[in-house]
């Protein structure tokens, strides 16, 4: 305020005479706003509008629960940060951290964090495991880091980044796989020597990418798509429309899973025949989420609704889950992975009662 009022005043004054002023009363300390000023704070609140609506979830009140019921076997709490994504491997889980520039690695025999590794600016785009890496794209170098699972130590940094944060990595037996382009373009990697070795047309704004019943699997958010990609010659065998906006997906029980933002519905594909089965309500429109497949369900989780199970069996939801938490799901090691991306944790929980 007082700021300003001097540059009014000087407003006709010689230019060169304005100049001391400017430096003289910019360096001075900010005054206490005018009484009904709102607080910074309050302004940045404003800024950024009225709070999402709640999702719907499912309209069956006998699966519906509470997260307050819930009692983790285990609780990793990460010194600062947001855990987010994760990968499972045959003696650790791994979750990424993108304001510490790290993953962790958390210890399912001591239930314990092991390790915390620095990979590079803003990990993102999910993470994966093969040829004893673990691979992490990086959102802020625009890079892949390849980290030793052994030693826990960055082996190599690939400049080959994601096309979107919100999206996901593969590995087959022999190469790495990510979309690289929003273009629509999806990178085969090679692990022999760090670099590409085919890149395949998908869909312009393609995401997520999973292996899974003998391909590869791409959604396509913008175009209500899942492309299936032929890993033995490295082409589109089809473009199957499922429900809108899909962007995660997982496979298991003979088909192919997208959680599909558009209408919180889950679309479910026949790898066989490649046409959708079922469309199973939800209730999980909007942005986020991920999903997963094991111990006999197909898991999904967003924010307000971190845990949704799904029997394969009936394509109909056994639980779901309402309250704080929930950005990543996995399973291994017998349990449920979920991470609280807003508590700054991961919960490891028995899968009983889902």
Same mark, same amino acid.
């Given at each position: 305020?007082?700021?300003?009022?001097?540059?009014?005043?000087?407003?006709?004054?010689?230019?060169?005479?304005?100049?001391?002023?400017?430096?003289?009363?910019?360096?001075?300390?900010?005054?206490?706003?005018?009484?009904?000023?709102?607080?910074?704070?309050?302004?940045?609140?404003?800024?950024?509008?009225?709070?999402?609506?709640?999702?719907?979830?499912?309209?069956?009140?006998?699966?519906?629960?509470?997260?307050?019921?819930?009692?983790?076997?285990?609780?990793?709490?990460?010194?600062?940060?947001?855990?987010?994504?994760?990968?499972?491997?045959?003696?650790?889980?791994?979750?990424?951290?993108?304001?510490?520039?790290?993953?962790?690695?958390?210890?399912?025999?001591?239930?314990?964090?092991?390790?915390?590794?620095?990979?590079?600016?803003?990990?993102?785009?999910?993470?994966?495991?093969?040829?004893?890496?673990?691979?992490?794209?990086?959102?802020?170098?625009?890079?892949?880091?390849?980290?030793?699972?052994?030693?826990?130590?960055?082996?190599?940094?690939?400049?080959?980044?994601?096309?979107?944060?919100?999206?996901?990595?593969?590995?087959?037996?022999? =190469? !790495? &796989?990510?979309?690289?382009?929003? +273009? *629509?373009?999806? /990178? %085969?990697?090679?692990? #022999? $020597?760090?670099?590409? @070795?085919?890149?395949?047309?998908?869909?312009?704004?393609?995401?997520?990418?999973?292996?899974?019943?003998?391909?590869?699997?791409?959604?396509?958010?913008?175009?209500?798509?899942?492309?299936?990609?032929?890993?033995?010659?490295?082409?589109?065998?089809?473009?199957?429309?499922?429900?809108?906006?899909?962007?995660?997906?997982?496979?298991?029980?003979? =088909? !192919? &899973?997208?959680?599909?933002?558009? +209408? *919180?519905?889950? /679309? %479910?594909?026949?790898? #066989? $025949?490649?046409?959708? @089965?079922?469309?199973?309500?939800?209730?999980?429109?909007?942005?986020?989420?991920?999903?997963?497949?094991?111990?006999?369900?197909?898991?999904?989780?967003?924010?307000?609704?971190?845990?949704?199970?799904?029997?394969?069996?009936?394509?109909?939801?056994?639980?779901?889950?309402?309250?704080?938490?929930?950005?990543?799901?996995?399973?291994?090691?017998?349990?449920? &992975?979920?991470?609280?991306?807003? +508590?700054?944790?991961?919960? %490891?929980?028995?899968? #009983?009662?889902?």
């Amino acid at each position: 305020m007082r700021l300003n009022k001097l540059l009014q005043t000087a407003a006709g004054i010689w230019l060169g005479a304005s100049l001391p002023l400017l430096v003289m009363y910019g360096q001075q300390p900010e005054t206490a706003p005018a009484p009904g000023t709102p607080s910074p704070e309050a302004a940045m609140k404003k800024k950024k509008g009225p709070p999402r609506p709640p999702r719907p979830g499912v309209s069956d009140p006998a699966v519906k629960r509470q997260m307050s019921t819930l009692t983790p076997t285990a609780v990793f709490q990460m010194s600062g940060g947001t855990p987010d994504w994760l990968v499972v491997t045959e003696n650790a889980v791994w979750v990424s951290n993108g304001p510490l520039n790290s993953i962790h690695r958390m210890d399912p025999k001591t239930n314990m964090v092991a390790a915390t590794v620095e990979v590079g600016k803003k990990p993102c785009a999910g993470l994966a495991e093969g040829f004893g890496s673990i691979w992490v794209p990086l959102c802020g170098d625009k890079a892949l880091a390849r980290v030793d699972k052994n030693t826990n130590a960055v082996t190599a940094t690939l400049p080959i980044g994601p096309a979107e944060s919100e999206s996901g990595i593969a590995t087959t037996e022999d =190469s !790495v &796989w990510l979309v690289t382009l929003p +273009d *629509g373009k999806l /990178s %085969r990697i090679s692990p #022999k $020597t760090n670099e590409i @070795v085919a890149q395949i047309d998908v869909p312009p704004g393609s995401a997520t990418v999973i292996s899974g019943e003998g391909a590869i699997w791409v959604t396509s958010p913008k175009s209500n798509m899942l492309t299936r990609v032929d890993p033995k010659t490295n082409k589109v065998t089809d473009s199957i429309e499922v429900g809108p906006g899909p962007r995660f997906v997982t496979s298991g029980a003979g =088909s !192919v &899973w997208t959680l599909n933002q558009g +209408d *919180g519905t889950v /679309s %479910r594909v026949d790898a #066989k $025949t490649r046409k959708v @089965v079922a469309t199973i309500q939800v209730g999980l429109p909007g942005s986020g989420g991920e999903m997963a497949f094991g111990l006999g369900r197909v898991w999904a989780t967003v924010f307000q609704i971190p845990i949704t199970a799904i029997d394969p069996a009936t394509n109909q939801v056994t639980t779901q889950w309402f309250g704080d938490g929930g950005d990543s799901i996995r399973t291994g090691h017998g349990t449920i &992975w979920l991470s609280n991306l807003r +508590d700054h944790n991961v919960w %490891r929980l028995n899968s #009983k009662g889902f």
